[in-house]
């Protein structure tokens, strides 16, 4: 027996990651979670001093936690392969795909105009290059 519990997405800047997941999918914070450096040096294998905050989000009972490592020798941000094993993308159901997509311009986002499947579907990404697929809300995966 297993429950979903979240998805973990590392930012560069908690605040302005904060207000593009509220701002542009409807998010709500839960809750900001200071973590000690010993547990999550040996937890997430990273060698203290870790320096982690997380901020929970919530939407839809799916819950997003957003990363953020104040410390030195981070990995810089890299554009991956749709065809790299892992995570490739989140996706959300919105009313208004090109109103979402001034509000991803708004708040620091990037509108991939060329993957514009003329109101069908789209790729935007976060601020920190994160892929979101944006769907219009009569899309259902049943």
Known sequence: MSTFNHVGHCVTDLARSRRFYEGVLGFTHRRDLPVPDGPASKLL????PV???AVYLERDGFTLELLHFEREGNAPQRERSFTEPGLTHLSFSVDDIPATCDRVRELGGEVLADTDM?????MVRDPDGQLIELLPS???TA
């Open 45 to 48: 294998r990273v060698p203290a």
């Open 118 to 122: 003329g109101g069908h579907a789209i």
């Open 138 to 140: 009569s899309y259902t």
């Open 51 to 53: 320096g982690m905050t």
